[in-house]
């Protein structure tokens, strides 16, 4: 079933490929269509899923499955390395509390992405088989859980990211795309080293062959005591971390590696913004999570702090940018880094109120950000423009339009009720009771005022008041004796059309149902969060 | 004074010839074929002659069964120890037989050929002959032998290099390449008559055991010899500092000889270097420490990041896309000297593996720069722009040939750095700092790799041309199943892995 979910975007790619490319529709319909499989399959996932078992290591008794689900391990490839002996790489995939909401989050943001690119014009076929693709390695990432796959998966992401950005982008589009794949590139090579370090070090308990399984490598007591990463090896272990940790926080992206954020969701169709805010930023806590802290849980405990600050600095310094955007959309790129700071914080905090809340927030922030991108790129499809002061008075000439922000721009600053409030709680309850994030929560809380500054200062310069002079837009009083305004280039319906509610009513609806009973996704995320932060706890790890 | 031998003698050397022609079939046979291709050309004359394109492809295709037959044969040194045959040199003779063929299929595709050329009769028999020289190269065990092999190759290849007799840039290119061969192959000749003074031997095997009897590897004649005879298969590899003639060959060259060369002689080069370094050189695998003398590791990881470093640098700066790929086959002969530098079993079978990535992955990427250069007339970067919609085929081709020299999965490229990689890391933390080297670098290829696609995809066509960039259906099938070939060997590496696993035993050494 996983694998299925996996590859069904790239069925639907491999259809469209033999579909002439005059013919946009069916190319659509069928992304659409195996996006809604994958969706249903989700769903399938969720219901049958086993919230008790924790995942994150191997079992108990050495069970190299672990307490993960919907296993699917099958042996992929088996080479004899001369003078070194057996090389297995294995398709191994399954999912814990931690991947399955991130699954059910690439699913639906896949899903409404799709339903955002239908106004794409331009070269339908290709964008459409890049998309799929992209959709296919972001789902395969979340699942693989041997090393090898989890790396082929991920750097799959990088090519149709680029030309998606590339072909179908802004104008600077070259710049930002090139950018993008460099940034990602240097961060996932040393990625690369540090695998091959590992497969050296971890031996699988059963066949004792040197394995890939990140389970295995997740159990501190398959590892060869003097191997490059084994635990004597304690100046290596440090340097990997740091690494690996640098590779995830390119992507995340944190401070100071977070400058090719901005230039890419300015530069991207608005639904690649979607599934890069929505999606692919969740890879690098993803991996920080999954593949980071338990493999190297001592250097975890030893640097907890420096993430904490860094995170603060992202909370902090995002907002500050924020605050001084005049395009929309790079007002909500930085919010997007300010908001992901959250999340470091939380992982920083190392119990499980943190924890859990960072997990929490990666889902929240999926979906709202994919909902502050797609409103976005709502208004700049009538205005083509996104200056924040070209507009004014919008509340009252699109309301539904303007409500549907209020509520996105209030979930994202964290008003309680919805469901940006909860996770955004747990991380600084989390931050608060641990002693050594305590300060820097201190300090960082100060984030959710400025955050509350630059979303409500927009919503106030766009919706409310008057139109500006030089606007891009005019009032005209139409026949009913009503005043009307009027986008030039946009002959669409004036207010949100049928398919922008149908994409922005069901994240709505989630933000606002997650926001009053956080259950189905919190019941999820308990036990393996409590089974990771006992496996990083220092008492745990002064018995090894 | 020079005594006649005996009769006994005499008997007995006709004995072991007899014997060694046994081993020898491969080259006899590709020699006929040689001589068979001189004379049809002789016999028909015609301008674009398709017939002696096809009799090259099949009589390459049927050396193939020889060469297979070989397997059978114990491996072992005759011609008295000149020549040998083992899994080592039977992988050389598949990879330059291959690399012929496809030279050939290049050639085929080629438009300016029918341009600038009156007769090509003799080029597929020196495309033959290049093919017995780099055979030879990988199976030479005596100093003689290597130095003739290597001037069968090279000869061959400066009369290739400049076969657009009315081309300015080819016969410049010739010219160049002529001057620094000859250069090079000179010290290195030095280099072998030093060595030969050393230890009175021509044969590798012996100036091995000599070498580590005498201790005469810590003198400074032997270090004067390692540093001469290093020029000549640094030349041959078209590793820096002894890179120079590799830019302006490869852009003036014709595009397919640019392929050969860029593939197969340095192929060739390294089986040389491989065979010479392993078997001539005294060292143990034990650890690094005890290798004793010159220290040809130290001198080899000098050539390598120098490679590595430049080729991918300086490529950043290119216009010309044959310039480009001549200064990232730059780049690659360091990734490969890499798997070298390890010294073992381990690191053969990743170099090895890399060649074959690499093989495919060139020879592709040169032959959707051909089909392009017959519709736009050029290989500038400029006039790539807007491809990707008017030769989509080609387009997504030269992606994913671009996509593996950079080293990025799920491409066969990938494969092979990941083996390099390991092969270093296998060895420790010792040899990191050329790992990560190699790391840095292949993200800077990325950027003057993606330069291709972003041309191809991201940009608009300077002028409508409004033609049909139409390639035909071979082409198409040729580079839609070399394209499938990058991926599916990306995917599945064992048949590849387990190959040149096999390949990676040389006779008279036994690699740990």
Redesign the interface.
């Known amino acids: 079933m996983l694998s299925l979910i996996v590859f069904l975007p790239i069925i639907a790619g491999l259809i469209i490929l033999a579909v002439p490319s005059s013919q946009k529709q069916i190319i659509r319909i069928v992304s659409l269509l195996a996006a809604l499989a994958q969706g249903v399959l989700a769903v399938l996932i969720w219901k049958d899923y086993n919230p008790a078992l924790p995942g994150i290591t191997a079992g108990p008794n050495g069970s190299p499955l672990g307490s993960f689900q919907f296993v699917e391990r099958v042996p992929w490839?088996?080479?004899?390395?001369?003078?070194?002996g057996p090389l297995n790489i294995e398709y191994f995939i399954g999912v814990d509390g931690i991947s399955i909401t991130m699954v059910i989050l690439t699913a639906l943001v896949s899903a409404i992405g799709v339903l955002s690119s239908w106004p794409i014009q331009k070269?339908v076929k290709g964008y459409f088989i890049l998309y799929n693709l992209l959709a296919t390695a972001m789902m395969g990432c979340f699942v693989a859980l041997d090393f090898f796959l989890f790396?082929?998966f991920w750097?799959?992401m990088?090519?149709p990211m680029?030309?998606l950005i590339?072909?179908w982008g802004g104008p600077n589009?070259?710049y930002a795309?090139?950018k993008f794949?460099?940034y990602t590139?240097?961060g996932s090579?040393?990625m690369?080293?540090v695998m091959?370090?590992l497969?050296?070090s971890v031996t699988d308990p059963v066949t004792g062959n040197h394995t890939f399984s990140l389970v295995a490598m997740a159990t501190q007591s398959n590892y060869i005591k003097d191997a490059?990463l084994g635990p004597d090896?304690v100046v290596?272990r440090y340097v990997a971390f740091i690494v690996l940790f640098i590779g995830f926080a390119i992507k995340v992206p944190m401070f100071p590696f977070h400058t090719w954020l901005p230039d890419a969701h300015v530069e991207a169709p608005t639904p690649i913004s979607v599934i890069l805010a929505g999606v692919l930023l969740k890879l690098g806590t993803y991996g920080m999570i999954r593949i980071n802290f338990p493999l190297f849980p001592e250097v975890f405990q030893a640097g907890m702090y420096v993430i904490g600050i860094f995170g603060a600095i992202n909370i902090i310094y995002g907002a500050f940018c924020a605050l001084a955007q005049q395009d929309l959309k790079k007002m909500v790129a930085y919010s997007s880094i300010s908001h992901m700071g959250y999340v470091l914080l939380g992982l920083s905090a190392g119990n499980s109120e943190g924890m859990v809340g960072a997990l929490y927030q990666m889902f929240n922030h999926g979906t709202i950000t994919a909902m502050l991108f797609l409103l976005v790129g709502v208004i700049y499809d009538r205005a083509h423009t996104r200056q924040i002061d070209k507009f004014g008075g919008l509340a009252s000439y699109m309301p539904v339009y303007a409500g549907l922000v209020t509520v996105a721009w209030f979930a994202s600053l964290g008003l309680p009720g919805l469901s940006g409030f909860i996770s955004e709680a747990l991380v600084f309850v989390g931050a608060f009771s641990s002693v050594t994030t305590r300060y820097i929560a201190m300090v960082s809380v100060l984030g959710i005022v400025f955050g509350a500054a630059y979303l409500l200062w927009s919503l106030q310069r766009m919706f409310l008041g008057q139109r500006k002079p030089g606007a891009a837009y005019d009032v005209v009083t139409g026949d009913d004796g009503h005043e009307h305004i009027h986008f030039h280039d946009w002959n669409g319906k004036l207010d949100l059309d049928a398919r922008e509610l149908t994409m922005l009513v069901p994240l709505v609806i989630i933000t606002i149902v997650l926001g009053i009973y956080p259950m189905p996704i919190l019941g999820m995320l308990t036990a393996s969060i409590n089974k990771l932060v006992e496996v990083l706890s220092p008492v745990v790890l002064s018995q090894l | 004074m020079f005594e006649l031998p005996s009769g006994a003698e005499i008997q007995s050397i006709i004995a072991s010839l007899k014997a060694s022609v046994g081993f020898f079939i491969p080259e006899i046979y590709l020699s006929v074929l040689f001589m068979l291709l001189i004379v049809i050309d002789l016999v028909t004359k015609s301008k674009k002659n398709i017939l002696l394109s096809l009799i090259t492809l099949s009589g390459l295709t049927g050396s193939l069964f020889f060469i297979y037959q070989q397997h059978s044969l114990q491996s072992s040194e005759f011609f008295f120890g000149m020549y040998v045959l083992d899994e080592f040199a039977l992988f050389f003779k598949y990879f330059f037989v291959l690399s012929g063929m496809l030279a050939v299929v290049v050639t085929m595709a080629d438009d300016q050929f029918d341009r600038e050329v009156k007769s090509i009769g003799e080029y597929y028999a020196l495309i033959v002959s290049m093919v017995i020289g780099m055979i030879m190269m990988a199976s030479s065990q005596d100093l003689l032998m290597i130095f003739l092999s290597m001037e069968l190759v090279s000869f061959t290849a400066y009369i290739l290099t400049g076969y657009f007799k009315k081309n300015q840039r080819s016969s410049e290119a010739a010219l160049k390449y002529l001057i620094y061969g000859a250069v090079s192959s000179g010290l290195m000749v030095y280099g072998f008559s030093l060595l030969y003074g050393l230890t009175a031997q021509t044969n590798l095997i012996k100036i091995g055991i000599e070498l580590a009897a005498t201790g005469a590897d810590k003198s400074l004649v032997m270090m004067l010899a390692s540093l001469l005879i290093i020029t000549g298969f640094g030349y041959k590899i078209g590793a820096v500092p002894f890179h120079f003639w590799a830019p302006d060959v490869y852009e003036g060259a014709p595009t397919p000889i640019t392929a050969y060369l860029s593939v197969a002689s340095k192929a060739a080069g390294f089986a040389l270097l491989m065979r010479f370094f392993y078997v001539a050189i005294p060292h143990s695998t034990a650890t690094l420490s005890s290798i004793v003398g010159i220290d040809w590791v130290t001198l080899l990881m000098i050539l390598s990041v120098a490679s590595m470093i430049y080729g991918n640098v300086v490529a950043l700066w290119q216009k010309n896309v044959k310039r480009l790929l001549a200064y990232s086959s730059i780049a690659h002969a360091g990734y490969l000297l890499l798997g070298l530098i390890v010294m073992g079993k381990f690191g053969t079978q990743a170099t090895l593996f890399y060649l074959l990535s690499y093989f495919l992955v060139n020879f592709g990427a040169f032959y959707v720069v051909i089909l392009i250069a017959n519709k736009t007339g050029s290989e500038n970067l400029d006039d790539y722009k807007g491809l990707g919609k008017t030769m989509p085929v080609a387009g997504a081709a030269l992606t994913v040939f671009l996509v593996s020299l950079v080293g990025l999965p799920p491409t066969v490229g990938f494969i092979g750095k990941l083996m390099i990689f390991s092969a270093l890391l296998a060895k420790g933390s010792v040899y990191l700092w050329l790992a990560f080297i190699g790391i840095m670098t292949s993200v800077i290829s990325l950027y003057y790799y993606m330069l291709i696609p972003l041309n191809m995809y991201l940009r608009e066509p300077q002028q409508a041309t409004g033609k049909a960039m139409n390639t035909g259906i071979v082409p198409k099938v040729i580079m839609s199943v070399l394209m499938a070939l990058t991926i599916y060997f990306g995917l599945f590496f064992t048949s590849l892995s387990d190959f040149s696993k096999y390949s990676s035993s040389l006779f008279g050494i036994v690699l740990q």
């Not at chain 1, 490839?77 to 070194?84: M, R, V």
């Open positions: 490839i088996n080479l004899d390395l001369a003078g070194f070269q790396y082929v750097e799959v990088l090519l680029y030309f590339g072909i589009r070259e795309a090139i794949f460099l590139l240097f090579v040393f690369l080293l091959i370090g497969y050296f490059i090896n290596w």
